[in-house]
């Protein structure tokens, strides 16, 4: 709360950087929204939002292996594989959705029941993501399930504890740090151990990995399997290295997706058209569903479903994740001056503070209320944009992000 506080008064009221200290890195920087795109068009070898974000999570020590904080790999299983195929995973991922529903909500609607919605939902989203990563029956496989979810919710945590360590003591005491989350991984790597060695005895030289038998079956073991052979990369063919990129991927999905989705549900319930809302977004996905072919989910139906998509941004805008929209680490040997002429040193951070362009009464209409519908309502083609006093566009397009919605970070890093 106080960093909110902090983060949208120097919005609000200053034009010069808001500088904080740091016992990190020497100082942190926030710049006014009038310099988002000084601070997008700085090349990564300058300033690096990869370097901010590794600083942030601590990345060398809650990331198990310092090969895997590397951007290249991960990123080129979500593009390669995740995406290409999604359509593929719709089907699955709604027969998830629909049991892990069933199992921790229950299905008859006369009886009710308390729930803790943060961790329900950590449970439903850790078996949806599951679902693609490692398939049945592992996904439901509550004990791999638990290791899973707790490495996802406690490494942010963990990184958060060694950033406030001096930097003398992090080597020494970082290991004692992490060490609830390495038990969840070596857990974790007991019931993925059996699967990766039965799968290798189907791979190795003479398989062509660009037939679709390589590929079978479509899982993140087999990606990376695919790929490590594929690229002859022996380190990588392992139970062990396989089974860290995949926490780690487990991570990236579970956590943030967790945190969105239960905002969304609480701003819905205590919205006072919370059944207008609720009806609505019912009747949405029952039309969408019946204009599908046999009723299957794809991309472009999912597309369709703007007053959902809605929904979660408005959430997504009022209670960001971060506090900081966009966050870059000078990475400069010389360091890097910035347009008000301050000269920031090796190490040091700058990034735009999200909640004051998230809550600006100059492009959201009432900003501090949830608008469930606030996205869509207006809009009339692909990008809708409301020009504010200032001047500025701020696209109202719900598959993009921009100056004034950083839910995802904003330019070519954001996602």
């Given at each position: 709360?106080?960093?909110?506080?902090?983060?949208?008064?120097?919005?609000?009221?200053?034009?010069?950087p808001f500088i904080l200290p740091n016992v990190v890195t020497g100082h942190e920087v926030i710049l006014p929204i009038s310099q988002m795109q000084w601070l997008l068009n700085q090349p990564d070898h300058i300033l690096s939002q990869h370097e901010a974000n590794k600083q942030f999570l601590r990345a060398e020590y809650t990331m198990l292996h310092p090969s895997i904080i590397g951007e290249a790999r991960m990123a080129n299983f979500i593009n390669r594989y995740l995406t290409r195929d999604l359509d593929i995973f719709a089907k699955a991922i709604v027969d998830e959705i629909?049991?892990?529903?069933?199992?921790?909500?229950?299905?008859?609607?006369?009886?009710?029941?308390?729930?803790?919605?943060?961790?329900?939902?950590?449970?439903?989203?850790?078996?949806?993501?599951?679902?693609?990563?490692?398939?049945?029956?592992?996904?439901?496989?509550?004990?791999?399930?638990?290791?899973?979810?707790?490495?996802?919710?406690?490494?942010?945590?963990?990184?958060?504890?060694?950033?406030?360590?001096?930097?003398?003591?992090?080597?020494?005491?970082?290991?004692?740090?992490?060490?609830?989350?390495?038990?969840?991984?070596?857990?974790?790597?007991?019931?993925?151990?059996?699967?990766?060695?039965?799968?290798?005895?189907?791979?190795?030289?003479?398989?062509?990995?660009?037939?679709?038998?390589?590929?079978?079956?479509?899982?993140?073991?087999?990606?990376?399997?695919?790929?490590?052979?594929?690229?002859?990369?022996?380190?990588?063919?392992?139970?062990?290295?396989?089974?860290?990129?995949?926490?780690?991927?487990?991570?990236?999905?579970?956590?943030?997706?967790?945190?969105?989705?239960?905002?969304?549900?609480?701003?819905?319930?205590?919205?006072?058209?919370?059944?207008?809302?609720?009806?609505?977004?019912?009747?949405?996905?029952?039309?969408?569903?019946?204009?599908?072919?046999?009723?299957?989910?794809?991309?472009?139906?999912?597309?369709?479903?703007?007053?959902?998509?809605?929904?979660?941004?408005?959430?997504?805008?009022?209670?960001?994740?971060?506090?900081?929209?966009?966050?870059?680490?000078?990475?400069?040997?010389?360091?890097?001056?910035?347009?008000?002429?301050?000269?920031?040193?090796?190490?040091?951070?700058?990034?735009?503070?999200?909640?004051?362009?998230?809550?600006?009464?100059?492009?959201?209409?009432?900003?501090?209320?949830?608008?469930?519908?606030?996205?869509?309502?207006?809009?009339?083609?692909?990008?809708?944009?409301?020009?504010?006093?200032?001047?500025?566009?701020?696209?109202?397009?719900?598959?993009?992000?921009?100056?004034?919605?950083?839910?995802?970070?904003?330019?070519?890093?954001?996602?």
């Open positions: 709360m106080i960093l909110a506080i902090a983060d949208h008064f120097q919005y609000s009221k200053r034009e010069q629909e049991q892990a529903l069933e199992d921790t909500w229950g299905s008859d609607p006369s009886k009710w029941h308390e729930i803790s919605l943060y961790n329900v939902m950590l449970v439903i989203i850790g078996r949806i993501v599951n679902r693609v990563l490692v398939g049945l029956p592992l996904c439901r496989n509550p004990a791999y399930l638990q290791s899973s979810t707790k490495f996802a919710q406690m490494a942010p945590v963990t990184g958060g504890l060694i950033n406030l360590l001096p930097n003398w003591l992090r080597p020494t005491l970082a290991p004692f740090v992490t060490a609830y989350d390495t038990f969840h991984y070596w857990k974790m790597s007991r019931m993925i151990e059996p699967i990766v060695r039965e799968r290798l005895l189907t791979l190795g030289p003479g398989v062509s990995f660009k037939k679709q038998a390589s590929s079978q079956p479509n899982d993140f073991i087999q990606w990376a399997l695919v790929e490590a052979f594929s690229q002859d990369e022996q380190a990588e063919q392992t139970p062990e290295m396989i089974t860290k990129r995949l926490a780690v991927l487990s991570f990236a999905a579970i956590q943030s997706s967790t945190l969105t989705i239960t905002n969304t549900l609480l701003d819905i319930a205590a919205s006072s058209d919370s059944i207008s809302i609720q009806s609505a977004l019912r009747l949405e996905a029952l039309e969408t569903a019946e204009k599908s072919k046999d009723n299957a989910w794809t991309r472009a139906s999912l597309a369709a479903m703007t007053m959902t998509d809605s929904a979660l941004r408005e959430s997504l805008r009022l209670w960001s994740f971060v506090s900081h929209g966009v966050t870059k680490a000078v990475i400069a040997p010389n360091g890097l001056t910035l347009p008000s002429g301050e000269h920031l040193p090796y190490g040091a951070k700058c990034g735009i503070a999200s909640y004051g362009p998230h809550h600006d009464n100059n492009v959201y209409d009432n900003p501090y209320a949830f608008d469930a519908f606030r996205f869509c309502q207006e809009r009339k083609s692909e990008v809708t944009k409301v020009v504010t006093k200032e001047g500025h566009s701020a696209p109202r397009s719900f598959v993009t992000t921009s100056d004034y919605f950083m839910g995802f970070s904003h330019g070519r890093h954001a996602w």
